[in-house]
């Protein structure tokens, strides 16, 4: 039986520290840096925010800049032709519905109306609504990236061959409201540091005696039957071979990189963009 959720987050957070859930506010702010970070190391999106940032005063001025000029603004952030027009989209959404640039009007939504106004925006899946909910308006939304999916996957917690969207949801249904926070953080940084996708650390992962697909466990019962009829055929073949774990998505994102921490973004003015230092907990490493 896979693990709960409950004890997969104490024994990470022994590892790694529980972390602190303050949502910093800015809905605007985690809806662009969401965008830019879509399918690129959080190394590259935050380059490409300050560059937003240092060229451009306000959101407006965002909405209203020359696309050949934003997608140039932006393109240490990857992807800037199809990024760029989806960020002035969105942000023309927004001014349509709060010309003060403001979400706030989010939390008086039922919960389902709140997702289905940020998924209506262009470049906007679940992930980007889960983010902004969560990590702005600090409403229960479940953010899954690649690394989230991976480690869940492995843990068997839902089955394998879900597709990003149907793993947010089969997440948010099996972990308490609650806890998304700090699952998402842990099972990110955990993802990063010992979880990673081509050579896991299994020797120092305190899941993985109760892990599925830990190297340290013996391979089912069949693959070691199959095993032994492939060496038999192949007499020169002395030690079977485990075959490769495989996981989540290639999708390098996060929110971003890895895990936050428990620093806060500051919500900026009403039209004026933050530094994003001060407006997006910053993460322990980058992806």
Request: with cysteine.
């Amino acid at each position: 039986m896979p693990l709960a959720p409950d004890a997969i987050i104490g024994r990470l957070a022994a590892l790694y520290g529980m972390p602190i859930h303050t949502p910093h506010g800015d809905a605007v702010a985690e809806l662009v840096l969401t965008i830019l970070s879509q399918n690129t190391a959080d190394t590259n999106s935050g380059r490409a925010f300050v560059q937003l940032m240092r060229r451009y005063p306000s959101w407006q001025a965002v909405a209203e800049a020359p696309l050949d000029e934003l997608v140039a603004t932006i393109q240490n952030g990857g992807l800037a032709q199809q990024k760029a027009p989806r960020i002035q989209a969105a942000l023309r959404a927004v001014q349509e519905r709060s010309p003060t640039w403001d979400l706030e009007f989010l939390r008086a939504l039922d919960l389902e109306a709140a997702r289905a106004w940020l998924r209506a925006l262009p470049g906007v899946g679940p992930k980007t609504t889960a983010c902004v909910l969560l990590f702005a308006l600090g409403l229960p939304a479940m953010p899954v990236d690649t690394h989230v999916e991976r480690v869940a996957k492995r843990l068997a917690l839902i089955p394998a061959t879900l597709t990003p969207e149907q793993a947010h949801d089969a997440l948010e249904a099996l972990v308490p409201p609650g806890d998304y926070y700090r699952f998402h953080m842990l099972l990110i940084k955990h993802g990063r540091r010992l979880c990673a996708a081509r050579r896991p650390l299994c020797e120092r992962c305190p899941l993985a005696p109760d892990c599925p697909a830990s190297l340290l466990n013996p391979a089912p019962a069949a693959a070691q039957s199959s095993s032994k009829s492939s060496q038999s055929s192949k007499s020169s073949r002395t030690e079977r071979e485990r075959p490769p774990i495989t996981g989540a998505s290639t999708k390098a994102s996060s929110s971003r990189g890895a895990s936050r921490s428990a620093s806060t973004r500051r919500p900026s003015s009403a039209s004026t963009i933050a530094d994003p230092a001060s407006t997006r907990p910053k993460n322990d490493t980058t992806t």
